[in-house]
């Protein structure tokens, strides 16, 4: 049987930028994988070579959960590595490409974790659903979205969900803190759209779209979002002030989080809202005031807080722009505390004595959002037990994206014991 660490370079292998040319051959390497270990993987597309793989394993109660994870990546450029992102190669006992911690890893975990109990002849102790899912790198549309969507029997009796972004470990002096999420922040992709009067560069201007565009992006990107503590973050914070034997200043949580360095990313982005400018269009000649000027704005927002989040935008944006979403998701949470919640946390103190669970809200988002439209309650917990010098933040998205071949195998521990 392979290990965790050649699934996960072997799924590297596979090109599955996204966008690019989809995620098939990876796709038919995991069903592979499980129907060679008797397992019957159901395999679709939501578009060609847009391919999901989805397979249930009986356990000791119908009361299932779903471990879900994605297959694509986004864009790597080889000249900025330090060795092909899509080589896989194990060098200094780390897995490098792109997708090593996002999230290919993962996926490889819960491969090697469900193949050694099959080789094993272990139960699980509840159902499970696997799914290895396409397109989370943009909006979930080819993926999550389609599989709740158009093969909802296949999740029938899901009540949790396990995936990315949780259950990693942050060194803190003698301790190891493991985050693992309740929640993630909402999303709302807008396009910005101001329109004005076409004219000759060199007359004054009448009404200027991009003048008036580039008013209200300056308006947005200087706003400074008030700090709104939810109750997970708040109870991470306070939990943060325990394990450190200093309790964290709730009137400066900027300068806390920059005073906790790795422990304080754990809530620097998840205290506020925010809307950050990613993209332009406007004009096209150099002496021509167009009629037209748009932008795109990456906007993120707290459990809650949408309409709040909607009303600072739209008096920031004023009423010379008009917006649309190009993508508008809810911001999912999950009761906390909860006995699965403490599920999740026995099984990493049990592979770590020195393992401190904390709740953890996402400042971005994974498809745990549109499996929450179906009622699964979704937990951020990939476990891996990591070396306190491996920026892991900086790995997401990050050239020379790598993962611990120890941390790998840990993961695969706990979530064996998680499962069993």
Not at 225 to 234: D, H, I, K, Q, S
Not at 271 to 288: E, F, H, Q, W
């Amino acid at each position: 049987m392979k290990s965790v660490a050649e699934i996960c370079s072997d799924l590297i292998r596979f090109d599955t930028t996204n966008p690019g040319s989809g995620e098939r051959p990876a796709a038919e390497y995991v069903a592979t994988l499980l129907a060679d270990a008797g397992m019957e993987p159901v395999v679709f597309e939501s578009a060609p070579k847009r391919t999901t793989v989805v397979t249930r394993i009986d356990g000791d109660s119908p009361d299932a959960l779903l471990i879900h994870g994605h297959l694509d990546v986004v864009p790597a450029d080889p000249a900025e590595w330090r060795m092909h992102p899509f080589s896989g190669e194990i060098v200094d006992d780390c897995v490098y490409g792109r997708g090593a911690v996002d999230m290919k890893g993962s996926c490889a975990m819960t491969l090697a974790t469900v193949l050694g109990m099959a080789a094993r002849g272990e139960r699980p102790k509840r159902d499970l659903v696997l799914a290895f899912l396409a397109d989370e790198e943009a909006t979930g549309d080819y993926g999550s979205r389609h599989a709740v969507g158009e093969h909802r029997d296949l999740f029938d009796g899901v009540s949790e969900a396990i995936s990315e972004s949780g259950g990693f470990s942050v060194a803190s002096g003698d301790d190891r803190v493991y985050p693992i999420a309740v929640g993630e922040r909402g999303t709302a992709w807008m396009r910005l759209t101001a329109h004005g009067v076409a004219g000759h560069g060199s007359r004054p201007p009448r009404d200027n779209p991009v003048a008036t565009l580039a008013h209200a992006l300056s308006r947005v990107a200087s706003y400074e979002w008030p700090v709104r503590l939810t109750p997970p973050v708040a109870a991470l914070i306070r939990e943060l002030g325990e394990i450190t034997g200093q309790p964290v200043d709730l009137d400066r949580l900027d300068a806390e989080a920059a005073r906790l360095g790795a422990l304080g990313h754990l809530f620097k982005g998840q205290i506020r809202n925010s809307a950050n400018p990613t993209m332009l269009d406007a004009g096209y000649k150099v002496n021509v005031v167009p009629s037209t000027a748009q932008a795109h704005v990456d906007g993120r927002y707290l459990p809650g807080l949408q309409e709040e989040f909607l009303g600072v935008i739209d008096e920031l944006l004023g009423p010379k722009i008009t917006r649309e979403f190009v993508n508008l998701e809810d911001a999912p949470g999950v009761p906390y505390p909860s006995p699965f919640f403490d599920e999740l946390a026995g099984a990493l103190v049990a592979e770590d004595p020195r393992a401190r669970p904390v709740p953890y809200v996402m400042a971005g988002g994974t498809d745990a959002k549109s499996f929450a439209r179906i009622g699964i309650e979704g937990y951020g917990f990939a476990p891996l037990m990591l070396r306190p010098d491996l920026d892991y933040f900086g790995m997401f998205h990050g050239k020379d994206e790598r993962v611990p071949v120890e941390g790998l195998e840990f993961g695969t521990r706990v979530l064996t014991r998680l499962l069993t």
